[in-house]
DNA sequence: GCCAACGTTGGC
DNA sequence: GCCAACGTTGGC
């Protein structure tokens, strides 16, 4: 079991959009370390903070889920998408992708409270010039987080 | 809007 | 293989 962290421009796609759809495809990540994360790494039930960045208040807003494991992202395919590919070949596609399930909502956990905790200097979401949509997360960061959580 | 950071691209 | 240019991201 892992624990990682999604991160969402919620003018695009927030925690409201998925509270709604329940579950979703974390589709049109065109990075290969964020794909390997998902191919390589993930595993159906792992956790997972929703993170919502480039926004007024950006932080931790919910709690979600990996509901399964990786797939070929179809978007890679769709001519029409901001995502297609033409240099991915259907036999053996480059981007893959995972569905991730809603939780539960949060309170906002800010990035200022997030940097104010000594045991989350090293996560990775917080460090300089950090672009991933998925990030790893430690057992011990998940762990303050929840107590961060408990406080109100 | 600004700036720093990073990945990708393409010329050589 | 190198590296400058470029595009994107994200906090402020």
Redesign the pocket.
């Known amino acids: 079991m892992s624990y990682w962290l999604f991160?969402s421009?919620p003018s695009a796609y927030g925690i409201d959009d998925l509270a709604r759809d329940r579950v979703t495809a974390w589709s049109g990540v065109?990075?290969?370390?964020a794909r390997n994360y998902m191919r390589d790494a993930m595993r159906p039930g792992d956790r997972g903070f929703f993170?919502h960045?480039?926004?007024p208040e950006?932080g931790i807003v919910g709690i979600v889920e990996v509901a399964g494991p990786a797939y070929a992202d179809p978007t890679q395919f769709d001519r029409k998408s901001r995502y297609y590919d033409s240099?991915s070949d259907r036999a053996a596609p480059r981007w893959l992708n995972v569905d991730v399930r809603f939780a539960s909502r949060t309170r906002l956990v800010g990035?200022?409270e997030l940097?104010g905790a000594k045991k989350l200097r090293s996560m990775q979401?917080l460090?300089?010039?950090?672009?991933?949509?998925i990030t790893p997360v430690t057992e011990a960061e998940w762990v303050c987080v929840q107590r961060l959580l408990e406080k109100t």
């Open positions: 991160k421009e065109r990075n290969y370390q993170y960045s480039s926004c950006p240099g990035l200022a940097r979401v460090q300089r010039g950090n672009r991933l949509s």
